[in-house]
């Protein structure tokens, strides 16, 4: 198997583990020299181990549990027939449907199995779990008529220091322009940082800030010149609200 000069398609797999030996090994060895594809391999693992904290734990309605537990009792008294597992099947059908892992891919997936788990966790329980504090917060960002297939997701840390933001379907720019996250706060803009996105629109940017990310009120991405300006002046993309 050849790669391109990055692997960016195979981080979200990679992340989750769902990879085979050779491709696992490969992409193992060219994270070892390339710095562009650490930095996203580890805005793909911040996403995928703040999703499922994200989730507040519900109690599902008496009738939904007593059908779930008889199920699973049913389940244990009949042999399992041998064929491949639920995890190798989830995979092999999003290969089939996208080779190109992308944001909204890894969100779905991600989000699904830690609904599936913390559901797991209740009817073991019977009903018995107290509700936890949400660990993780994920702020999911609107689009504008200047990028409307764009999407965007900023994940909180637990105490609302510091955040990730990623992004997919934005528009690539020229080597002269490049996008800008503004944090708002009482009116004021102040710069969270620039990036740029590949040629299929995903693009990550570990937040910046002279304050912690919680203190303020709204977000939003302008298309600035490249390095970033003091001020917005370009079309705004992406916006949502802290």
Same mark, same amino acid.
């Given at each position: 198997?050849?790669?391109?000069?990055?692997?960016?398609?195979?981080?979200?797999?990679?992340?989750?583990?769902?990879? &085979?030996? &050779?491709?696992?090994?490969?992409?193992?060895?060219?994270?070892?020299?390339?710095?562009?594809?650490?930095?996203?391999?580890?805005?793909?693992?911040?996403?995928?181990?703040?999703?499922?904290?994200?989730?507040?734990?519900?109690?599902?309605?008496?009738?939904?549990?007593?059908?779930?537990?008889?199920?699973?009792? $049913?389940?244990?008294?009949?042999?399992?027939?041998?064929?491949?597992?639920?995890?190798?099947?989830?995979?092999?059908?999003?290969?089939?449907?996208?080779?190109?892992?992308?944001?909204?891919?890894?969100?779905?997936?991600? @989000?699904?199995?830690?609904?599936?788990?913390?559901?797991?966790?209740?009817?073991?329980?019977?009903?018995?779990?107290?509700? $936890?504090?949400?660990? @993780?917060?994920?702020?999911?960002?609107?689009?504008?008529?200047?990028?409307? &297939?764009?999407?965007?997701?900023?994940?909180?840390?637990?105490?609302?220091?510091?955040?990730?933001?990623?992004? &997919?379907?934005?528009?690539?720019?020229?080597?002269? $322009?490049?996008? $800008?996250?503004?944090?708002?706060?009482?009116?004021?803009?102040?710069?969270?940082?620039?990036?740029?996105?590949?040629?299929?629109?995903?693009?990550?940017?570990?937040?910046?800030?002279?304050?912690?990310?919680?203190?303020?009120?709204?977000?939003?991405?302008?298309?600035?010149?490249?390095?970033?300006?003091?001020?917005?002046?370009?079309?705004?993309?992406?916006?949502?609200?802290?």
């Amino acid at each position: 198997m050849v790669l391109e000069e990055h692997v960016t398609d195979l981080l979200p797999a990679y992340a989750l583990g769902c990879l &085979d030996e &050779d491709e696992a090994g490969l992409v193992t060895a060219h994270l070892a020299v390339c710095p562009v594809c650490s930095a996203e391999l580890r805005s793909y693992q911040a996403v995928s181990e703040a999703l499922p904290l994200a989730i507040s734990i519900t109690e599902p309605p008496p009738a939904i549990k007593q059908r779930l537990m008889t199920q699973i009792q $049913q389940a244990r008294m009949t042999p399992a027939p041998s064929q491949p597992t639920w995890w190798r099947r989830l995979e092999q059908g999003f290969r089939r449907i996208s080779p190109a892992w992308g944001l909204a891919s890894l969100v779905l997936i991600v @989000a699904l199995l830690a609904s599936n788990l913390l559901l797991l966790q209740q009817v073991s329980r019977l009903g018995a779990a107290t509700p $936890q504090p949400v660990a @993780a917060r994920i702020v999911t960002m609107q689009n504008t008529e200047a990028a409307p &297939d764009a999407t965007g997701v900023l994940v909180l840390s637990k105490n609302g220091e510091y955040g990730t933001l990623m992004v &997919d379907h934005l528009p690539p720019l020229g080597q002269d $322009q490049q996008y $800008q996250l503004w944090l708002i706060k009482d009116g004021k803009r102040t710069s969270g940082g620039v990036f740029s996105v590949n040629w299929d629109g995903y693009g990550s940017l570990e937040v910046t800030s002279p304050e912690w990310l919680a203190n303020y009120s709204a977000l939003g991405i302008t298309i600035e010149p490249t390095g970033g300006s003091p001020g917005p002046t370009g079309a705004k993309v992406l916006g949502g609200n802290l």
